[in-house]
Every structure is written in C-alpha cells, then in structure tokens.
C-alpha cells in the first residue's frame, strides 16, 4: 500500500572487520594493506554491487518515479579498527531520485540534520509542523557538528549561538531516541507534530 517507507540495514559493514566477505575480490590480493583494510573494502565492496543490483531493480518498477531512495552511515569508520589512512571520520549520505538539482557538499554535518534533510527533501517542509532536531542540508549547511564527546568536528568558528543550539538539539535528539512517549516529550517541549 502506499505511500509506504522501507528501511533496509546492513550490518556486514560493521566494526570489527575481522568477517570475510563471502566472494573476495582482487581486494584481497593487494600487498602491503592490513587484513582489518582488506575485510573493510570487501565488505564495501559487497554492499556497493548490492546497492547497485537494489537501484537497479527498483528502476525497473513503476514505483521508482514516486521512491526517494536515502543512503547514510550509521558513524564513521572507527579509528580503532582501521589503519590511519582508511579513518577520517567521513560519512555518507546520499539522496537519490529526489527531483532536486544534484550536489555534493564536504563541509561537516551531523546526523542530526538527516531527518530534517529527507523531510525537506520529500517536499513536506511546509506541510509537517515538526522537522526534527537538526537543519536541512538543502536550505544552510553547518560546516560543524558536535561528536558524542561533546566535542566540535568541522569549522564553528566563533558560532557559539550555533554550538549552543546544536548542544541543546543533540540533548533533545538523546531524549528523544530513550523516550518512552515520544508525544508527551514534543508536548512538553511545546512542538506541535502529528506524531503519534
């Protein structure tokens, strides 16, 4: 029935990456790259012919003219289980089918602006009372976020006004993903949402 949201999470991806893909590639054979390296750019590797053959297919359907289709890291390829030259704390997120005009951005953000970003980018701005914690990526883009120590990636400079906002938004996303009621929290933060 539609409409309808799909969410589709891999795991293979993730941390140790001390797993085997089940096909190696020439990945595997390439000297002088650490074990932890080569298990990471299998897996990736796997997920990318995936993702492909999924994009693929949907395009072959009626569906895909009315599909957004979101890619986005769950967090950075960890430091601890890589080596220095395969960690730089880099994320993706990547909208496809949108009907905007395209463009890619290196400045930093956070996952805190994702949902609102997929609201705006499902042309819903204007029609939902509530976009989330964050800022949309299609209207201003941060250039920092804060990390889950508390502390500043990217470029604040001197937007303390900024920092304190996304302080204040980073607490209330916490708040948000423990809630019990997610309505009785927006209610007492005054935030009117059809959220039920």
Not at 92 to 105: A, D, H, K, Q, Y
Not at 170 to 178: G, H, P, R
Not at 180 to 189: A, F, M, Q, V
Request: proline share 4%; net charge negative.
């Amino acid at each position: 029935q539609e409409p309808f949201i799909a969410v589709i999470t891999t795991l293979s991806m993730h941390d140790p990456y001390i797993q085997t893909s089940p096909a190696k590639t020439w990945i595997s054979q390439v000297p002088d790259i650490v074990d932890t390296d080569k298990n990471y750019l299998e897996v990736c590797a796997a997920f990318d012919k995936a993702l492909g053959t999924f994009v693929a297919r949907m395009r072959q359907t009626q569906k895909w003219e009315n599909t957004i289709v979101v890619i986005v890291s769950d967090h950075e390829a960890r430091r601890m289980c890589l080596s220095p030259s395969m960690s730089d704390d880099r994320l993706i997120f990547t909208i496809l089918n949108s009907g905007l005009p395209g463009f890619t951005n290196d400045d930093t953000v956070g996952q805190i602006d994702v949902f609102p970003t997929i609201v705006d980018a499902m042309g819903l701005w204007d029609s939902v009372t509530w976009h989330g914690f964050g800022k949309s990526l299609l209207r201003e883009i941060p250039g920092f976020a804060l990390r889950h120590d508390g502390s500043i990636a990217g470029n604040a400079m001197s937007d303390t006004a900024g920092i304190a906002k996304q302080q204040r938004a980073t607490e209330l996303s916490y708040k948000w993903i423990v809630a019990d009621n997610k309505r009785d929290l927006l209610d007492s933060l005054g935030i009117d949402s059809s959220i039920d």
